[in-house]
């Protein structure tokens, strides 16, 4: 990665739950293409810990953090159902800390998800939606091979506005 680090990309465990839930607050604020804004990020300490169990046995979902001195820099994760009839989607999310965009982070993660989605022998396809004015995420994403599937209208109110959101899918 350009001008990173000893960046350290690993699964996400129980113990990471109140370090995740704090930095999901603090990045909500730091941008527009959340889907929560600063100190949004309601949950019990305890839920989540169990949400990030729950999570990790799965085998066609991952939660994948990305720190610097054990301090958390990018969340990185796939959720898919357990169900028989849409277990072959995973549905991706990704946030990274503002200081720390632009250096290569966001394709990392994005390429270790491809990887480990193509390995897991589950996931066939990776959706994700991001806000339409988010070009820079989806010039990345179109790079990596995600289509463009569809436009939700005014699906998010941000500062007065609203905005659609772009619905992404990479078949696998």
Same mark, same amino acid.
Do not use: C
């Given at each position: 990665?350009?001008?990173?680090?000893?960046?350290?990309?690993?699964?996400?465990?129980?113990?990471?739950?109140?370090?995740?839930? #704090?930095?999901?607050?603090?990045?909500?604020?730091?941008? #527009?293409?959340?889907?929560?804004?600063?100190?949004?990020?309601?949950?019990?300490?305890?839920?989540?810990?169990?949400?990030?169990?729950?999570?990790?046995?799965?085998?066609?979902?991952?939660?994948?953090?990305?720190?610097?001195? /054990?301090?958390?820099?990018? *969340?990185?994760?796939?959720?898919? /159902? &357990?169900?028989?009839?849409?277990? %072959?989607?995973?549905?991706?999310?990704?946030?990274? /800390?503002?200081?720390?965009?632009?250096?290569?982070?966001?394709?990392?993660?994005?390429?270790?998800?491809?990887?480990?989605?193509? &390995?897991?022998? *589950?996931?066939?396809?990776?959706?994700?939606?991001?806000?339409?004015?988010?070009?820079?995420?989806?010039?990345?994403?179109?790079?990596?091979?995600?289509?463009?599937?569809?436009?939700?209208?005014?699906?998010?109110?941000?500062?007065?506005?609203? %905005?659609?959101?772009?619905?992404?899918?990479?078949?696998?």
């Amino acid at each position: 990665m350009r001008n990173l680090n000893n960046v350290y990309i690993r699964k996400a465990t129980s113990d990471d739950a109140q370090n995740m839930i #704090d930095f999901y607050n603090v990045v909500g604020g730091e941008s #527009d293409y959340l889907s929560f804004g600063a100190n949004e990020f309601k949950r019990e300490l305890k839920d989540y810990k169990d949400y990030i169990t729950a999570t990790s046995q799965e085998p066609n979902s991952i939660m994948l953090l990305a720190t610097i001195d /054990s301090k958390i820099i990018g *969340i990185a994760t796939i959720n898919s /159902s &357990q169900k028989e009839r849409t277990k %072959h989607v995973g549905t991706l999310g990704i946030v990274v /800390s503002k200081k720390y965009t632009g250096m290569g982070l966001g394709t990392a993660l994005m390429n270790e998800f491809v990887m480990w989605a193509r &390995q897991n022998g *589950i996931t066939k396809k990776i959706s994700l939606v991001t806000n339409e004015n988010n070009t820079k995420a989806i010039d990345l994403y179109k790079k990596l091979g995600f289509e463009k599937e569809g436009l939700l209208k005014k699906d998010n109110f941000i500062r007065g506005t609203y %905005h659609n959101t772009v619905v992404m899918g990479l078949f696998l």
